[in-house]
Structure formats: structure tokens, C-alpha cells
């Protein structure tokens, strides 16, 4: 079933406008997710609003937004007022702006969305606008209210439909020479820079997410499988990961591991069984027919 629409409103282009809607294009449904219970009843654990004076329950029309000024002082702000500073990109995605893709540092990007014709109207200005993307191989930059904050948005064609990126302001973004300066500058010679990218060359591969593997989810799904059975769960060893002390060796050993992964996988899938697996197999078909 189609997640439900995040914001509703109108996308414009100059004069050119549609009504659209947009959808989440990722989730978070599919992972497991825990509750917190007491552990002496079993029973989920329930949080309540509490005046952090007096510890008594407040109730939700009775709470209001507070900016804090200092450690007992804060500006008090209602709902109202934070509705009369609403901009008109609460309701439309006007395109400011249009740049290269490849000029968007990537550290900017926050999450993506769906964005499509609302309704049975707009179908052809929908269209005017997407292809004009499309050929000029730009991204449409434009601004959304979402959670009651204005966001820049990113639009770029995707399908038949445009993909909106969220796009973090320039204060939400870390400056990275206050962690970079302290790296050493360090002189890679030919050999381990030649070995290094045989390695790379050895790994390299096309983006295929399909072929990704969430091994924290598999494990969790596995240990509340093996709970609800009522076996006993073994304690499993963290590994350690080991100081580099020869990089030269280190690499030239990543190398002949690499290798040894590669040639396995290249094993034609014909060759001929072993005798001893031909014989286990046949043992087992002996079993299943006498099961029978």
C-alpha cells in the first residue's frame, strides 16, 4: 500500500503551476523495532508529560512551546503565533533556482521524496516541467514547509515523476578542517599506491543495492527467532581488529586475499563433484526414500 502523502500543495515555474503531493521515497517499517517494558511485570512502559518542578501530569492542551534564554528563562511562543509567520512555500514549491548536479556537495543532502500530479489536473504542466529538467540536466532548487520548518528542496527527474531532495542549510553543515587538521601529511610511495589499487581493481563492481545485506537485522530476526524457541543463546566474541605495523605487508597480504576471493567465485559451476559429497548426496536421497 502507497505511504500517505507528506504535504500537498502546488509546484511552480514562473506561471507554470500544478497541484502535487509528496510521498516518503524511503522507510523505516520494514526494521525491527522494540518497545521498553518493566522488566519485573512485562508490561510496555508509558511516558508521561510532567512539570519538571512539581512532577505532576500535564495535559497536551496544556503545553506550550518555550525558546530557552537561559537556565530558568524562556520565550514563550503559542501555535498562533507561530502560524501568522507562515510562508507561502506551506503550499507551494516555487523553483528559484537551477544548478548543475554536479556542483551539490553531498554533505548537503538529507533524505529524498516522491513528488507527483495531485489529482487528474496538472498531468501536462507536470510534464512541461520534468522534461524541462530533463533536458537541461539541472536540479530545480526550491523551498517546502515541512514539520512546520521551511526546507530548501532539490528536484531532478525520475521516471515519470521528479525526486525531491532535502537540502540542509549551510550553519547544519560541520566545517571539516576542524577534524582534517590534525591528519598527517604522509608521502604513499609508488609501491603501496601501485599494490593499493590493485586491490580496488580487484574489488571493483557496479551499484547494485539489491545485492546489500542489513547483517544487524538478519542476526536480530535470528536472535528473537531462537527466544521464541526457548534455545539458549551463546555468547559470541567481539572481534579485534588488529594494529597495521608493516603496511606494505598488510597490503600485499589484502591482495593475495582478494585474489583468493576472486578465483573462488570464478570456479566453473559444472566442475565435477568430489566423491565423497557424490556419496553423501546419495545418502541422503537413500534416507528421504525410506522416510517415504
Same mark, same amino acid.
Given at each position: 500500500?502507497? $505511504?500517505?502523502?507528506?504535504?500537498?500543495?502546488?509546484?511552480?515555474?514562473? %506561471?507554470?503551476?500544478?497541484?502535487?503531493? %509528496?510521498?516518503?521515497?524511503?522507510?523505516?517499517?520494514?526494521?525491527?523495532?522494540?518497545?521498553? *517494558?518493566?522488566?519485573?511485570?512485562?508490561?510496555?512502559?508509558?511516558? *508521561?508529560?510532567?512539570?519538571?518542578?512539581?512532577?505532576?501530569?500535564?495535559?497536551?492542551?496544556?503545553?506550550?512551546?518555550?525558546?530557552?534564554?537561559?537556565?530558568?528563562?524562556?520565550?514563550?511562543?503559542? /501555535? /498562533?503565533?507561530?502560524?501568522?509567520?507562515?510562508?507561502?512555500?506551506?503550499?507551494?514549491?516555487?523553483?528559484?533556482?537551477?544548478?548543475?548536479?554536479?556542483?551539490?556537495?553531498?554533505?548537503?543532502?538529507?533524505?529524498?521524496?516522491? #513528488?507527483?500530479?495531485?489529482?487528474?489536473?496538472?498531468?501536462?504542466?507536470? $510534464?512541461?516541467?520534468?522534461?524541462?529538467?530533463?533536458?537541461?540536466?539541472?536540479?530545480?532548487?526550491?523551498?517546502?514547509? %515541512?514539520?512546520?520548518?521551511?526546507?530548501?528542496?532539490? #528536484?531532478?527527474? *525520475?521516471?515519470?515523476? #521528479?525526486?525531491?531532495?532535502?537540502?540542509?542549510?549551510?550553519?547544519?553543515?560541520?566545517?571539516?578542517?576542524?577534524?582534517?587538521?590534525?591528519?598527517?601529511?604522509?608521502?604513499?610511495?609508488?609501491?603501496? %599506491?601501485?599494490?593499493?589499487?590493485? !586491490?580496488? /581493481?580487484?574489488?571493483?563492481?557496479?551499484?547494485?543495492?539489491?545485492?546489500?545485506?542489513?547483517?544487524?537485522?538478519?542476526?536480530?530476526?535470528? #536472535? !528473537?527467532?531462537?527466544?521464541?524457541?526457548?534455545?539458549?543463546?551463546?555468547?559470541?566474541?567481539?572481534?579485534?581488529?588488529?594494529?597495521?605495523?608493516?603496511?606494505?605487508? $598488510?597490503?600485499?597480504?589484502?591482495?593475495?586475499?582478494?585474489?583468493?576471493?576472486?578465483?573462488? @567465485?570464478?570456479?566453473?559451476?559444472?566442475? @565435477?563433484?568430489?566423491?565423497?559429497?557424490?556419496?553423501?548426496?546419495? $545418502?541422503?536421497?537413500?534416507?528421504?526414500?525410506?522416510?517415504?
Amino acid at each position: 500500500m502507497a $505511504a500517505r502523502a507528506n504535504w500537498k500543495g502546488f509546484l511552480r515555474l514562473s %506561471l507554470v503551476t500544478c497541484p502535487v503531493a %509528496l510521498y516518503p521515497a524511503t522507510t523505516d517499517s520494514e526494521k525491527i523495532h522494540f518497545n521498553q *517494558l518493566n522488566k519485573k511485570t512485562g508490561h510496555r512502559i508509558k511516558y *508521561l508529560k510532567v512539570d519538571a518542578d512539581t512532577g505532576k501530569e500535564v495535559s497536551s492542551d496544556e503545553v506550550i512551546k518555550g525558546y530557552k534564554v537561559d537556565t530558568d528563562t524562556y520565550v514563550e511562543v503559542s /501555535n /498562533n503565533e507561530l502560524e501568522n509567520i507562515a510562508l507561502e512555500s506551506t503550499r507551494t514549491i516555487d523553483i528559484d533556482e537551477f544548478v548543475p548536479k554536479s556542483e551539490i556537495d553531498p554533505r548537503y543532502l538529507i533524505r529524498p521524496y516522491y #513528488l507527483v500530479p495531485d489529482g487528474k489536473v496538472g498531468h501536462d504542466a507536470f $510534464a512541461v516541467i520534468r522534461e524541462t529538467i530533463r533536458n537541461m540536466d539541472m536540479v530545480g532548487i526550491g523551498r517546502v514547509v %515541512l514539520t512546520s520548518r521551511e526546507h530548501i528542496i532539490g #528536484l531532478e527527474p *525520475l521516471g515519470k515523476g #521528479l525526486m525531491g531532495t532535502l537540502i540542509r542549510y549551510p550553519y547544519e553543515v560541520r566545517d571539516e578542517n576542524e577534524y582534517f587538521d590534525g591528519i598527517k601529511d604522509v608521502k604513499v610511495t609508488k609501491d603501496m %599506491l601501485d599494490l593499493a589499487k590493485h !586491490i580496488v /581493481n580487484q574489488k571493483k563492481a557496479h551499484f547494485e543495492p539489491e545485492k546489500f545485506e542489513d547483517h544487524y537485522e538478519e542476526a536480530l530476526s535470528e #536472535l !528473537i527467532k531462537a527466544k521464541r524457541q526457548g534455545k539458549a543463546i551463546a555468547h559470541k566474541p567481539r572481534p579485534r581488529g588488529e594494529n597495521v605495523v608493516d603496511l606494505m605487508d $598488510a597490503l600485499k597480504k589484502s591482495l593475495e586475499s582478494s585474489e583468493g576471493t576472486r578465483a573462488r @567465485k570464478q570456479r566453473p559451476a559444472d566442475r @565435477k563433484r568430489r566423491p565423497h559429497k557424490r556419496a553423501a548426496k546419495a $545418502a541422503r536421497s537413500t534416507a528421504r526414500r525410506k522416510a517415504g
